[in-house]
């Protein structure tokens, strides 16, 4: 099963910011979280990850509670071709078996 | 440009037909991964394997079997005893060390009948 929890599904306007949470209670010490997305029937894109550190990258910012028991994507600047299916998950240093969980739809409204 | 080819993008087979997924890596990525995905769902594991000569099961395997004799192929067979094989088969690979992220290809929509 996965070990992450997100909502369904969320909207966000064109041009505001998106923020995509993610529950992971009972991530360990040394599990990474992951954020992929996938656009429709296309293969998942990497988009960020962080083991507690804030980070940032071009395409997002990620932001992991002190407590690491959850996390938030932030899309800066949405645009329309950031509709995807946004997955959280969480990895163990070298865990080969990576599992999914069913992500977050996000609908950019314009 | 170095990626995941899949092939085809379409396939359609009768039931009771066995029918090989191709994916092929240009990344000299040492791991790689089968996922299958219904409508609607997240992706589900079928096998992995991290080197040459070596894969296991992930949660789903019964009905697939696969095969890792190069570093860049690792194809998928679809046998005639998987009960449900019509859906979107995704492959991924990753260099396999440390916390490096997945590369996906774009998928193989199986369709049988």
């Known amino acids: 099963d996965a070990k992450t929890t997100q909502p369904t599904s969320m909207d966000c306007a064109e041009g505001r910011a998106a923020n995509l949470p993610c529950n992971h209670s009972?991530?360990?010490?040394?599990?990474?979280v992951y954020w992929y997305r996938q656009i429709h029937s296309q293969g998942p894109q990497y988009i960020i990850h962080?083991?507690?550190n804030n980070e940032t990258n071009e395409m997002a910012s990620l932001i992991i509670t002190e407590d690491r028991k959850s996390s938030t994507l932030i899309l800066p600047h949405a645009t329309l071709r950031d509709t995807a299916v946004y997955y959280c998950i969480v990895r163990l240093y070298r865990d080969d078996k990576i599992i999914f969980g069913k992500g977050t739809r996000l609908h950019i409204l314009p | 440009d170095g990626g995941i080819t899949q092939s085809p993008k379409y396939l359609f087979r009768k039931e009771g037909q066995n029918v090989t997924l191709s994916c092929e890596q240009n990344l000299n990525h040492d791991a790689m991964y089968w996922y299958r995905q219904d409508p609607g769902q997240g992706l589900r594991l079928i096998y992995y394997s991290q080197i040459v000569n070596d894969f296991q099961k992930g949660d789903i395997a019964e009905g697939y079997s696969v095969s890792r004799e190069k570093k860049e192929s690792f194809p998928l067979t679809v046998t005639s005893a998987q009960k449900n094989p019509t859906a979107f088969y995704l492959c991924?690979?990753?260099?396999?060390?440390?916390?490096?992220?997945?590369?996906f290809g774009n998928g193989t929509r199986l369709t049988v009948t």
């Open positions: 009972t991530i360990s010490g040394n599990e990474y």
């Open positions: 962080g083991l507690k």
């Open positions: 991924a690979s990753s260099i396999g060390q440390d916390y490096s992220p997945l590369h």
